[in-house]
């Protein structure tokens, strides 16, 4: 098996490769998507969150407002290190259930938005960085996700620095282009994943 970290920042595109690389044939574990699913309605997850943050966090429907907690720990580092507190070891036992249903010489890539800033690098074979000028990724976010310029940047202020997530990264795919360019870059990754993958 092949552990890969894949991680960018907010509107890098991250989730475009990950896409990518499950269609060509790994085993795709996405800790956004496993971080919802421990808060869902009923999880114990939930209930910490609400303890911690008030029941103004939930939608009428009783789901998390993601949008309104994000601007509550995204102004303020301590309370995002409480939400952490809460979510990340669920997510950490999710993934371990799902690594360990992965055949014995699967490509698992790990999509992790915060590898980087919570010193991840080491847990993985390869570190696989999706890279993209600031700008570049507020306009993506502002354009797809319909979130503010200023909630954009307080994002990208929470999250590492390009330079610092570069440091981590064994392979980097640049993603300032058009999609076109994203697809090569990805097979060629893919390419170099098997190889490693088969002189282990």
Not at 10 to 38: C, M, T, Y
Request: hydrophobic share 45%.
């Amino acid at each position: 098996m092949l552990k890969v970290g894949l991680t960018g920042g907010i509107g890098s595109g991250k989730s475009e490769v990950a896409k990518r690389l499950g269609a060509l044939g790994a085993v795709v574990i996405d800790a956004d998507k496993i971080a919802r699913e421990v808060v869902e309605p009923g999880t114990s997850g939930l209930a910490l969150i609400v303890e911690e943050f008030g029941p103004e966090i939930l939608r009428a429907d009783g789901a998390l407002d993601r949008e309104r907690l994000g601007r509550i720990v995204f102004a303020d580092p301590e309370r995002l290190a409480r939400l952490n507190a809460i979510v990340h070891p669920r997510v950490g036992d999710r993934v371990a259930e799902l690594q360990a249903e992965a055949p014995e010489d699967a490509v698992v890539v790990y999509d992790v938005p915060l590898l980087a800033e919570n010193g991840l690098a080491s847990m993985y074979d390869v570190v696989i960085v999706v890279d993209a000028p600031d700008d570049v990724r507020v306009s993506r976010v502002v354009h797809h996700r319909g979130m503010s310029e200023d909630d954009a940047l307080a994002r990208i202020k929470a999250q590492a620095t390009r330079d610092d997530r570069l440091k981590v990264a064994d392979i980097v795919v640049p993603n300032d282009g058009p999609l076109a360019d994203l697809d090569a870059r990805t097979r060629e990754v893919w390419q170099e994943l098997l190889t490693r993958t088969d002189s282990r």
